[in-house]
């Protein structure tokens, strides 16, 4: 079987197109306590549910652009580590 560049982009290693994937365990987290940031929204518990939230996002984006199952996860890393420096550092 021909290995092509779609193949490479969506396919993992089992020949499925991946694009989805259920939540792991940093992407829950950093989902989670970022919904609750707009619930506690001053405070001790606001810093640090923004701080949990930026480490479990920024772990989920740095896992999925090296550890990622085809080049279109890894491009959806790199975007989201992009995107996480560039909104902590406004």
């Known amino acids: ?6 193949d490479r ?3 993992d290693s089992e020949g499925q197109i991946v694009i989805a994937q259920p939540p ?8 989670v ?19 949990v939230a930026f ?6 984006a740095w896992e ?3 550890q990622g199952v085809n080049y279109f996860r890894r491009a959806l890393g790199l975007i ?3 995107a996480l420096l560039v ?3 406004q």
């Open 64 to 66: 999925e652009l090296f």
């Open 87 to 89: 909104w902590k550092l």
């Open 9 to 11: 982009t969506f396919r």
């Open 80 to 82: 989201a580590l992009v």
């Open 24 to 31: 792991n365990l940093p992407l829950s987290v950093g989902i």
């Open 55 to 60: 480490g479990s996002l920024f772990t989920w």
């Open 33 to 51: 306590a970022s919904l609750l940031k707009l619930v506690v929204t001053t405070g001790q518990i606001n810093l640090a549910l923004d701080l």
């Open 1 to 6: 079987m021909e290995n092509t560049l779609f």
